[in-house]
């Protein structure tokens, strides 16, 4: 009766093997040798749908497929990442491209974003998008009946459910149920498998702890598939069965974004305040369960890490409490390539937030989250991250750590209105073709710099600048013109 392609299943338990690396090329690495150049990240930052179609228009500047990218300098150089990474609203653009066999972002658009986006279920409009806001309560109702059952609190639904599952229909392919998509199923996809396509890392925040790899005290993997099953010292607490299905890629992004946490204890009537109350309400109306902002605030997480011997700044927590990992003033989901054993050397940073301005009339980045990063970076003692100066130039492009052989290469890619006014409201849902148009247009001067002559030139002086290009004629006059050195 409780069936449900997003609730929880059970599972034969595979043997845990060690995670290995993952590296964008031939499967043959040894005779292409591909650790001769640069190994190479994007990152998209948070600011809702601000940052989805800007950060869109970067992917497309960058990727061969376009024909609209054939002319610019960044064509072929989202063939040559190996990591793209996303938080908040970047995991939006990032899961779609993931969960959709990473397709162009034409194709995206045609086919599906200029409908969903003038349509959006974010929209919180029951007239419009009234058949699949049944399905969504519905299915929270069916995973709180699979939990409760089980006593299994790490399951219980939170608002992220509501608010994930209303994600999917705005992200996820529209031919299939979004709820079949999972973050562990990219992994089986023809892009993916054919060594086409970035490993996508999506991010979000611990409460009370920073999580994830890198940090002391937790530096541990989990493979998402089996994110659900409770676990005891790297072990799956039963030897037979594990619980699957819990890595929804839209409740992974709706965990991303999520920024309930900021109406807990009062009445705002900010936008993520007012969807909270309308979930609430909607879910207990169509099945009687209740998730309220005082109970149901936060992601929460079966703790894989239970008991792990390595991980023991969370390993006495059963559940693991996430968030927008913008919230802790890193809006850019940098910090995965900071750490030594990944090896990046040059990371693209394109940075959608709303520093100047706020989320309510929008507004566009001032650095001040890059330097967040560096100063957190400083004080774990992670030593790859390059210095970045209280401000930053956020009308173009900038690259730090030039010179220093140990720190990672950024190139930072502002917001900034080339073409088009994209500093928009983070809690603006709704776009028409044009406006989408507009902002990928947009993001296509921000990765081109606007079509700026030399751009192309000084962008491979920065991509290599370790690696012997600044002995090439010309790249010492780019490297002045847009590294930024520590006094």
Known sequence: MFTSSYSPEWDLCPLWNPPSRYQRGSR?????????????????????YRSMPSGAGVVQAFDSRESSSTHLATSGLYQ?????????????????????????????????WNSILSNNPLSIDPFKFGENYTSVAKDVFRKYIFARGLDFPGLRPTLTDPWGRLISYGILPPTSDPGLVTLSSVAAMPSFTGYNAPFPIITALGVNTWLGEGVPGVAAFAPTQYIGTPMNNGNPASDLWCVTNIDNLGWIAGTSSNLFNVCAGNNSTLAPCEVADWLEEYVYNNTGYNISLTTSTYANYTNPFQNYASSTLVSEQSILQLVDGGQAGQNNPVWPFIQPERGVDVLFVNDNSADIGDM??????????????????KDAGLTKMPAVPLTVPNTQATFFGCYDADKLTIIYLPNNNFTYNSGTPTWKFTYTQDEVAGMIQNGNAIANQNGAGSWGFCLACGLMAKSGAIGVPGCQTCLDTFCWKEE
């Open 360 to 377: 309510v009339t929008g507004g566009y980045p001032d650095g001040s989250e890059l330097y967040t990063t560096y100063v957190q970076a």
């Open 80 to 112: 040559a990442l190996t990591y793209h990474s996303g938080l908040s609203g970047g995991s939006w653009l990032l899961s779609s491209l993931a969960g959709n066999n990473f397709p162009t972002i034409s194709e995206l658009t045609q086919t599906y």
């Open 28 to 48: 043959n690495l040894e005779i292409f040798q591909l650790r001769s150049l640069p190994l190479v990240g994007l990152a998209t930052s948070g600011g809702g």
